[in-house]
């Protein structure tokens, strides 16, 4: 095995497959910065061309797709406050908030360390400890992927800032925009309304577009003396290549504890089937501001939450894959697309794979490995022109970007009506942020929503309609512990600490 996997490394020296690699990293790039254009879509537009590679070539390209992707996402999230992709939406906070405070190259620099640390470690444990660990991931029944769900929900819903009740609105109203369309338990239509449009349902795509990019279109058109403020932060200086290092001050603030415990939160989201990496930063990023020293920093500019979030999600990557190779369950959306470039070449994923094919898949692994350090690479590359993004005129910019995220929007789904349901959402999110509603909750709510109600209702089938089946199983029960510290750690006791100092302040009055 070790042979093999010095094989698929060497494999990246020949030209042609490097050029491959080269080429996939470049075009999740640019798939995942653009608002519409998902690394799921870039290999999906890729998946009847790869029939024609050699399955070296298509494998490591697709490799380099989804690091670069998933990283890419925090890009114009970070520059323009409209993420790329729902992985890049946590980041947002931070990294637009550092942007507007004129540190865009530092945040843009910790954004792709993380990444690239995050991918590493990632690619470190696929490549380890790919067969045993996948064992572990089968020992999580149904109810235990509810409750795991159950706690990205409401650690999402407190991490948000400002009011807690609107937060929890905004994720009930994601939640019932994820119900809409056919049950999927039953074959019947729901909150349809008679339509045959809305049968469909409401796609993750539109309702991303809407929640983000739509939003910010209206709240920039709306304040234009807002728009002129980022212009004046980010003229300030024109920035060096070396401006885009991480400060080592700003790396040790983080920890490598921090790090760590972020990129095994990654990889075992990874690893379990519908987790990927919006649940996977989302639970990073609640865990760091609940062990964070300056947790009120967090939504405002923290370099701790960007590198949290962004270290889980890029080591999601090498989690995600390991199902999908040893027991054929693909671990989020590309992987899923991935599993088809598989089994275009004549590989079966499942337990038999990795011992009757692993020169082919060696590659595939290496490229991971590679396409983390390309990660940090870019920034110091291209930094420069990622923060232009927020000088250049904005009429353009936003022109071109609603433009692209309708035909995103399109082309995911061919249909029309998707595209207005992404405008029709993108006021509504825009009236949520007027009247102080935390608009990332509503979108995890869409995310998470089917796999909430799909775990729920399949553990109640079970168990017959018996609730305690989410306390008698072991996994379940940490899961629901831990759910209980989060809520205690980062809102109850806040809550309870800031009424008492105010007891003692009006009782010292």
Known sequence: MVADLAQGFLALAHPATFLHLIGG??????????????????????????????????????????????????????????????????????GHALMKRGEGPQALGMSAF????????????????????????????????????????????????????????????????????????????????????????????PAVIGLFAVCELIAQ?????????????????APRRRDFLPARARIREVGPVAYAKSAVIGVVIGMLPGGGASMASFIAYAEAKRTARRPEAFGKGSYEGLAASETANNAMCGGAVIPLLTMGIPGDAVTAIIFGVLLLHGLVPGPALLGSNFIE??????????????????????????????????????????????????????????????????????LMRRFGYPVVPALMGVILGPYFEEFLRRSLIVSEGDPTIFLTSPASAVLLVLTGLFVWFLRLRPALRDRQSARESGEGE
């Open 25 to 94: 990293f470049l075009l999740g790039l640019v798939f995942g910065a653009i608002p519409g254009l998902t690394a799921t879509l870039a290999i999906a537009l890729l998946l009847p061309f790869t029939f024609g590679m050699e399955v070296t070539d298509a494998l490591v390209m697709v490799a380099g797709i989804y690091m670069a992707g998933i990283y890419s996402g925090s890009i114009t999230g970070i520059t323009l406050n409209i993420p790329g992709a729902p992985s890049g939406a946590i980041t947002t906070l931070d």
């Open 114 to 205: 993380s990444s690239a640390l995050g991918g590493l470690i990632g690619a470190v444990v696929l490549i380890a400890l790919a067969q045993p660990v996948s064992s572990l991931a089968l020992l999580f029944q149904t109810p235990d992927k509810f409750s795991l769900v159950l706690m990205a929900i409401v650690t999402v819903t407190i991490v948000s800032s400002g009011s807690l009740s609107k937060a929890i609105a905004a994720m009930v109203l994601g939640l019932m925009i994820s119900t809409v369309g056919i049950d999927p338990m039953v074959p019947e239509g729901r909150f349809d309304f008679g339509s045959y449009h809305l049968i469909e349902g409401i796609g993750l795509l």
């Open 221 to 237: 058109a709306a304040t234009p003396s807002a728009m002129t403020r980022a212009d004046r932060v980010a003229q300030v200086r």
């Open 361 to 430: 898949i060696a590659p595939m692994f290496a490229a991971l490995f590679v396409s983390s350090i390309l990660v940090f690479l870019s920034v110091l590359a291209f930094g420069p022109v990622y923060l232009r993004l927020s000088q250049i005129n904005r009429g353009l910019l936003y022109t071109f970007i609603a433009l692209v995220s309708m035909v995103g929007v399109f082309a995911s789904s061919w249909s029309v009506f998707q595209m207005w349901m992404a405008l029709a959402i993108g006021v509504l999110a825009f």
